[in-house]
């Protein structure tokens, strides 16, 4: 950890050195920009609390790797340079841990804790005891070794004794120091355990772009964690966004090779304090460490962090409970298994075990057919798990999924469910392998799986379950906003046969539906009014509301931003679409291939005789000042003195622009009471966080 003198040093520092060209200055000071980027690649990794551009960063950077290949005698193993990919690992060596990694025996509940504390009292034989309190982190384990202040070696946890060799992968994570000063404390000899992580947002982001790639989706982050550090390629494990928390030392030695714990170090709190100083990511007294006086103190912070777990910005599974001081820990010593003097409280399962009773196939509004897993009803997180999506083809061979199967379910994050694994050990024989559609399940039309894409789609745009889903689709909140008009009663009056196309939602026979069973004059009134108000909803929702494939709400807005016409867009080239800001190459065909098709202007012209706004005033649509011009807003939590579509035209009414997820390129993050997870992403990536007045105070 860096003081904040030698901080402002480092700073001081980062101004001179992007200032030199002359070689022959930085190779002068060539110590100093190797310090200045292990200075902030520790701000970045370890605190995330970057004080620099990547800009700047990248330019440092640069320096010193160009002014290493000229120069080749100056490179050492510690060097920021040194962490790239040193090509393929065909295979990882077995080795041998200097120490073994232990597992910890589980406690569920307050009742097994104190049967944890009367055991270890009995056996160290005193009552004057201090715990720690720490995470323990849903990850994969590794063992990282060091010798007089170098990385040497790293290796997965294995069995427990024997690993395998990850040195290659360890380097590229900048979360992991290559060199720390142990001599400062007089060790020569440092092995530490610790668990490679994938933050909740990073994991987040990750699967976003595979989804949109058209990729399959990681199951968890812990899996996905342990299979990055097996990757042959340490270029593409570099890129999985890893980092690694240390919280325990298996050995640290001299130079003589005797001991220095218990003799200079007294307790797990103070060797953490080390570990954090000397750059690592380690559990922080006061954050994710808690010294307690007594179990009933342990206890208590166990709940609160149960309770508060989601806030968390990494997956944790439970907390690690320790004895504090080492000489006590010596007295209370081992099993085969675990630690006396350590137990695990593991938090409420987020995962369960349940039958896969079939898997049906649901037809989407752009045609694509998605298997459901049907489930024997399982509790999971607070509610009851019956159904969960299972993606496509792909991911079904993948998870080796068959109906009959026992299968793991989790839900992290009180987020949608997902299959963990199929659990193939315990089949009987009798379960039946997933055949997947060649013909769509609602029109028998042949199924069609574009290159590059795992979802296999009806390409039959008459296809009823298309044709009722694109429906729900243009009545909804987001789009047309026809209240009173839901999915139940889109699907009865499509069977009923008065809507069979988006254009008939506005020729609905009134008098008949009202004599329906569950309607009446009141409600049909309601409904009429409600369709006649769609009218006038803007362009951009209207746009949104026609199910364009790629097309959501902000591109809806970005292709309407100049259109003072919804026909415009019908004589726009592929070309001028794919200029317009944020519209790529997929949504630009699209948007060219809808508005080129002759039943989809049909389908516009009659909307457009049944009078629904078709035109907009692109001058009222200028801002009405300039005061937020280039800036990015979210919104979270509840506003209390605006409703946040309040807040969003106040934003864009001054030039700004509000988007819905948090990134390093927002520029602020305004929250509101009850503020949840985008807070905390926020904080992560060192979002400036704005509260309601202060952001009215800008405005």
Known sequence: MYSKKQTQQLLQWTDELKQQESADDLVKN?????????????????????????????LLFKKLKNLE????????TDSPTQRVARGLTKDFPKVAHLSPMLSLSNSYNAEDLNDFDESLKKVIDTNQVTYTLEPKYDGTGISLVYENDQLVR????????IGDDITNNAMVLKSIPLSAK??????????????VLIRKSVFETMNQEREAAGENLFANARNTAAGAMRMQ????????????????????EDA??????????????QLLDILYTLGFKAPKEGRELHKCKDIAEVAKYCQQWQDTREEYPYEIDGMVVKLDELNLQDIAGFTAHHPRWAIAFKFKAKTATTRLLDIEFQVGRTGAVTPVAKLSPVPLAGVTISSISVHNEDYIKEKDLRIGDLVEIERSGDVIPQIVRSITDV???????????????????SLNRPEGEAVWRCDNPNCSAQVVERIIHFVARDAMDIDGLGKSQVKRFYELGFLSSIPQVYKLPYPIIQDLEGLGERSVKKLE????????EPIHKLLYGLGIRFVGQKTAKILTKKTANLFDLKDYTLEQLQEMEDIGPKVAQSVFDFFKDIQAIKMLSELEQAGLNFTQDLSALEPASTKLEGMTFVFTGTLVKMTRNEAKKLVEDNGGKVTGSVSKKLSYLVAGEKAGSKLTKANDLGVKVLSEDEFLGMV
């Open 30 to 58: 060539i110590e100093q920009l190797r310090e200045v980027l292990r200075f902030h690649d520790w701000r970045y990794y370890v605190l995330t609390e970057p004080i620099i551009a990547d800009y700047d960063y990248d």
């Open 69 to 76: 290949e000229e120069q080749p005698d100056l490179v050492t």
């Open 154 to 161: 790293a290796a997965t946890r294995g069995n427990g004794s």
């Open 182 to 195: 142990f001599s400062d404390y007089g060790i020569a000899r440092m092995e530490i355990r610790g668990e």
């Open 233 to 252: 390629d340490s270029a593409e494990v570099a890129k999985r966004g890893l980092e690694v928390f240390v919280y325990s030392v298996g050995i640290a």
């Open 256 to 269: 003589d090779g005797n001991s220095v714990l218990r003799r200079q170090i007294k307790s797990h709190s």
């Open 427 to 445: 089949r009987s024989g009798d379960e039946k392998e997933v055949v997947y559609p060649t013909k769509c399940p609602a029109c028998e039309t």
């Open 529 to 536: 009014l409600a369709i006649d108000a769609s009218k006038q």
